[in-house]
């Protein structure tokens, strides 16, 4: 019986031997392949430079997650600012208070130009029924936009620059602000 044991643990540790030995002349052959195709150098290189590479891919991974999250956060500060906007313009409607748009900024000496400004892409056609994705549906009425500025066609200039005509915006009145004297010009 003990006999047997003996035989059988000595067949197991043979077997053993020989499946490390396959294992092992598996690897080396492996290794020698990969050395004629690469160099034996090259291997070598190209594992620690890959390593290297793994290395700074983590850590640009990281700094990504990072940047997404901060822009993430600034993209939900953009939106509660624009919903607080957008709160503010509809109470300010709801006041009765005219909304008056400013383009540039008030010179001593330039006069300001008032402009009736409106959308031709909101309230029109198929678009009347549904809302505008980008425009509000204030702009289906014309808008007063006040502009600073030396005459009255670079009033227009900096009006088409903020509110472009490519866009559906346009200048349907415009006279210098306080003038009575002066015609009121109208929009082409």
Not at 36 to 47: F, K, L, P, T
Request: charged residues 30%.
């Amino acid at each position: 019986m003990w006999q047997n044991y003996t035989n059988a643990l000595m067949t197991a540790f043979g077997l053993a031997g020989l499946g490390f030995g396959i294992g092992k002349l598996v690897i080396v052959l492996g290794e020698r392949a990969i050395e004629r195709r690469h160099g034996s150098e090259g291997v070598r290189d190209i594992i620690a430079r890959r390593a290297k590479l793994e290395t700074k891919l983590e850590a640009r991974r990281g700094d990504r997650i990072r940047e997404l999250k901060d822009l993430d956060g600034a993209a939900e500060d953009v939106l509660r600012r624009r919903k607080v906007m957008e709160r503010q313009i509809e109470e300010a409607r709801q006041s009765g208070e005219r909304l008056v748009r400013l383009v540039g900024e008030e010179v001593q000496g330039s006069p300001c130009y008032v402009a009736m400004v409106v959308n031709k892409y909101v309230g029109t056609g198929a678009v009347q029924q549904s809302q505008h994705s980008l425009v509000d549906p204030s702009w289906a009425q014309p808008q007063m936009i006040e502009v600073w500025a030396r005459s009255m066609a670079e009033a227009r200039t900096e009006i088409e620059r903020r509110y472009p005509p490519a866009f559906g915006y346009a200048v349907t009145r415009m006279q210098e602000f306080l003038s009575a004297d002066t015609p009121v010009a109208k929009a082409s």
